[in-house]
């Protein structure tokens, strides 16, 4: 069964900080890898797609990298904002086209 | 990318009434769809995979009898809350999974279903 872990929970952070978020999953069979962001009370925003043969994409401040050997992705953040607070969601599109979602971190940015 | 839409945004009904969400895919034709629960704070759950036609696979700990889902047509899943009780309220949110080369989750909006 595919679980999906990411490290740090929470993480504050002063303006201007660059960061880094942590993804991991069980099962290296998948065939993409979504990074989400959700604000309080709000639906899902997407950011960021890997499909399994790519190694990272780039949107913006936003970079995010999938080693799918090694059951990892990590989100990079260039220079926080007060508005990227918000949780960030890792999610892994696993066995039969099922979206198995981590529990999120939570960030918020220091003006 | 797929568009997704969800109805209501949000909901408050009373203890022991049936509450039904709506969840569409407007530009292609959707075998299968997902529903997710997020309680707060929590991440999002998957509770069932809806399938046209045939009947819904539901997630371990997922009671069918109490969620129903209806696919009746490519376009459009329904989840059915039944006898809803306050520890029913949560966000649902559905999705669909594009298929062939793009096989991105796109997500409704969600929908806040509140039991009082």
């Known amino acids: 069964k595919q679980e999906v872990t990411q490290i740090p929970a929470a993480l504050s952070v002063p303006e201007g900080e660059n960061l880094v978020l942590n993804c991991s999953f069980t099962?290296?069979?998948?065939?993409?890898l979504q990074w989400f962001r959700q604000d309080p009370g709000k639906g899902l925003t997407s950011l960021l797609l890997?499909?399994?043969?790519?190694r990272e994409q780039t949107s913006g401040r936003l970079n995010a990298s999938l080693d799918k050997s090694s059951g990892r992705s990590t989100l990079y953040i260039a220079a926080s904002q007060p508005g990227d607070s918000a949780t960030y969601l890792c999610a892994v599109g696993s066995g039969g086209f099922k979206t198995i979602f981590g529990a999120g971190t939570r960030l918020f940015v220091k003006a | 990318g797929a568009v997704v839409s969800q109805h209501p945004s949000w909901v408050i009904c009373k203890s022991g009434t049936s509450v039904k969400i709506e969840c569409r895919s407007l530009d292609f034709q959707a075998t299968t769809m997902f529903w997710y629960r997020q309680f707060p704070k929590q991440s999002l759950m998957l509770m069932a995979t809806?399938?046209?036609?045939?009947?819904?696979?539901?997630e371990q700990g997922v009671e069918k009898d109490k969620f129903l889902i209806n696919h009746a047509s490519l376009t459009l899943s329904t989840l059915t809350v039944t006898s809803a009780h306050p520890e029913d309220s949560s966000f649902y949110i559905c999705?669909?999974?594009?298929?062939?080369?793009?096989?991105?989750?796109?997500f409704g909006q969600g929908t806040r279903l509140t039991v009082v």
């Open positions: 890997i499909q399994s043969s790519q």
């Open positions: 999705s669909v999974v594009g298929r062939g080369v793009n096989t991105e989750a796109f």
């Open positions: 809806s399938n046209e036609g045939s009947k819904a696979t539901y």
């Open positions: 099962d290296s069979a998948i065939y993409n």
